[in-house]
């Protein structure tokens, strides 16, 4: 008639969970940046990460403080950058590419870039074809977007647009911008290196000239000279 015992389990305190985290108090970031986590135990005994904090709109954590913040977003914009305008040389030649090797810092998307020509021969009409070229760990260059356009030259010297284009770039990588045209025209660099722009710096100036099409190797290489151009970035 004993019945006391009907209620033991022997699981006294043993809830079967397992701990999430096991530094009580140590705080973090939550997978997506948009709250704080606390290690902190539940009602279960068991530990776990909690949201201590919602960062809201506008804000993410940061885990580069100690401990992790809720910090504003940094809102980026549009920046134009225009390469070696100053004091140019020229050349008159059909069929050349010329661009510009560029370092990376910053990772950022390339929206549009403009070669500065100006027309040499009465046939005014040009295809221009843009390209963006990736360094890859070779030093052969890879071809990560082109676009061509059929443009009317002027007899004064102006800038060539891509039109508006996204072109992610990564920090850390070296990318190659220019273009490439098929007939008389009048081209400009100038007799500097290492210009800042806005996601890095200019390294050299790159050209391939006597060419039906786009290239894609033996490029020229000039460590002392900027072709001048424009690039608008946006860094991300």
Request: charged share 20%.
């Amino acid at each position: 008639g004993d019945t006391g015992n009907t209620g033991d389990t022997g699981n006294t305190g043993d809830t079967g969970c397992f701990d999430d985290c096991d530094n009580i108090g140590e705080t973090r970031c939550s997978d997506d940046l948009s709250a704080i986590e606390e290690c902190m135990v539940s009602i279960d005994g068991c530990s776990y990460w909690t949201i201590v904090e919602n960062c809201g709109e506008d804000h993410h954590c940061s885990g580069e403080t100690d401990p992790p913040q809720c910090v504003p977003d940094i809102v980026y914009e549009p920046v134009r950058n225009i390469l070696g305008g100053s004091n140019n040389s020229n050349s008159d030649k059909a069929n050349v590419f010329t661009g510009n090797e560029l370092k990376c810092d910053h990772d950022a998307t390339i929206l549009s870039f403009e070669i500065y020509l100006r027309r040499t021969t009465m046939n005014s009409s040009a295809n221009v074809t843009f390209a963006v070229y990736e360094r890859q760990v070779d030093d052969s260059w890879k071809i990560i977007f082109s676009g061509i356009r059929d443009v009317s030259l002027d007899w004064t010297a102006t800038y060539y647009s891509s039109g508006d284009i996204s072109v992610d770039i990564e920090k850390g990588k070296n990318y190659l911008i220019g273009a490439y045209w098929d007939a008389g025209a009048r081209y400009y660099w100038q007799g500097i290196s290492g210009q800042s722009v806005n996601f890095g710096s200019q390294v050299q100036a790159v050209s391939k000239e006597g060419i039906n099409a786009l290239p894609t190797d033996d490029f020229d290489y000039f460590t002392n000279a900027t072709y001048r151009m424009a690039v608008t970035s946006k860094l991300r």
